[in-house]
């Protein structure tokens, strides 16, 4: 049993990840934040004698941040933390993203009697120390005002930053000052990059996150959905040459395509899989007819869309 928190979204995902590959996916159940209290008591609570051990797991639900409960509240949570004192089949996981917790019942239980995972923002010099080990792990040479560099031209999210990071050095041997501003620059300032980058994650909140801020500087989501299609067909495309034995400066030709957006798709594939990009490109697709012959708003099936593949 375990709680992780805290307000580092990139070491939590870490840690749920960790346990998840322990479990098939058949055996994975997870509750988002709206979740019903007492849909969740029951799914942990009926047992069967032919199930296998199941991972539970509980992701920001509600009555977490709640300090101020109600009596129904109340009643709830004590029969939840009684089910939780007497599970001993499956592996229940709490996560809650916050930067304080909150004061009541379940914390407390939580805190109490589960293994608890704190999971801190990182300091930036400490984040320097980890990706300078990191850089010597993979016998690429970054210097040290490099990384200083790379890390005040990146958002501050460590999700996309550890991405970006992992693209550098799988492609280059040495990453110089300029291939920082070719590379980095243009993929901070190209915001179909930038959503792209949080659907890498695989991390619905913050993809939808992003999607919200996209949306509120004015992108219309039809244009996003265009802009999505379009780079996930480079990236179909780019796996087929790439069978081909062709390569990167080959393929940068064939697409008519810069270098820097050409390792952008060779990162996206590694991130993504073939499969699952071919899964999406088809979704589009799908929106795209929608959108023009069903007279359904583009944004709810665009956040449909994110529900269902994220």
Request: with cysteine; net charge neutral; glycine share 2%.
């Amino acid at each position: 049993m375990k709680f992780i928190y805290g307000p580092e979204k990139f070491f939590i995902n870490k840690n749920i990840n960790k346990i998840k590959n322990q479990f098939p996916d058949e055996s994975i159940v997870i509750f988002e934040s709206n979740s019903d209290l007492n849909e969740i008591i029951e799914s942990i609570s009926t047992k069967s004698l032919f199930d296998q051990k199941k991972l539970i797991i509980l992701n920001n639900i509600e009555i977490l941040n709640s300090s101020k409960l109600t009596k129904k509240e109340e009643s709830i949570i004590k029969k939840l933390i009684y089910v939780l004192s007497n599970e001993k089949d499956n592996e229940i996981v709490f996560v809650n993203e916050t930067n304080k917790l909150s004061s009541n019942l379940l914390i407390d239980f939580l805190i109490n009697n589960f293994v608890n995972i704190e999971c801190k923002k990182m300091e930036k010099k400490d984040l320097i120390n980890q990706l300078t080990i990191l850089v010597q792990e993979k016998n690429v040479k970054f210097s040290y005002t490099n990384i200083n560099v790379f890390l005040e031209k990146m958002p501050n999210d460590l999700q996309i930053i550890m991405n970006e990071f992992n693209n550098l050095v799988s492609n280059y041997n040495e990453i110089t000052f300029e291939i920082i501003e070719d590379i980095i620059s243009k993929y901070a300032k190209n915001d179909v990059f930038s959503f792209l980058a949080s659907i890498e994650t695989y991390d619905l909140k913050h993809i939808y996150s992003k999607y919200l801020e996209r949306v509120s500087e004015g992108d219309d989501p039809l244009i996003l959905i265009g802009q999505l299609g379009s780079i996930f067909n480079d990236c179909i495309a780019y796996y087929y040459m790439s069978k081909l034995g062709m390569n990167n400066v080959e393929i940068s030709k064939k697409l008519k395509q810069p270098d820097w957006k050409v390792k952008k798709i060779s990162g996206i594939l590694r991130n993504l899989s073939f499969s699952k990009i071919k899964k999406i490109t088809k979704e589009l697709a799908k929106i795209d007819i929608q959108t023009k012959t069903t007279g359904v708003e583009s944004n709810e099936l665009f956040e449909m869309f994110l529900i269902k593949n994220f």
